[in-house]
């Protein structure tokens, strides 16, 4: 069965960097898209970033641009989520998402998602 296990989350200062990590199994990697999302306490889970194992480039949500990163290592069948200059507003459990897409599209809602890692908790410190 597909597995998601994020990693990397904890405690850091507002400014700081963090990395966050997404490995999978029990998929075949290049066949699906894959995505970042975030949930603060009371509020909804939004759309961070994603890349397409098999697709054609990386995306963002507007407060995330230029700030974080979304990449992959394909041999480890990981994605990643490179934070940096985080603020207080980035306090969240960040999730890892999964779309099995035969087709080479990008997708940004929660909706379009089949599978989804426990999240791991980023919390940022005034």
């Known amino acids: 069965q597909v597995q998601l296990v994020e990693s990397g989350g904890g405690l850091v200062q507002a400014g700081g960097s963090l990395r966050l990590s997404c490995a999978a199994s029990?998929?075949?990697?290049?066949?699906?898209?894959m995505g970042w999302f975030r949930q603060a306490p009371g509020k909804e889970r939004e759309f961070v970033a994603t890349?397409?194992?098999?697709?054609?480039?990386?995306y963002y949500a507007d407060s995330m641009k230029g700030r974080f990163t979304i990449s992959r290592d394909n041999a480890k069948n990981t994605v990643y989520l490179q934070m940096k200059n985080l603020n207080t507003e980035d306090t969240a459990v960040y999730y890892c998402?999964?779309?099995?897409?035969?087709?080479?599209?990008?997708?940004?809602?929660?909706?379009?998602?089949?599978?989804w890692g426990q999240g791991t908790q980023v919390t940022v410190s005034s």
């Open positions: 890349f397409n194992w098999r697709g054609t480039g990386t």
């Open positions: 029990g998929l075949t990697f290049s066949m699906y898209a």
């Open positions: 998402a999964a779309r099995l897409t035969p087709a080479w599209e990008t997708y940004r809602t929660v909706e379009e998602y089949d599978y």
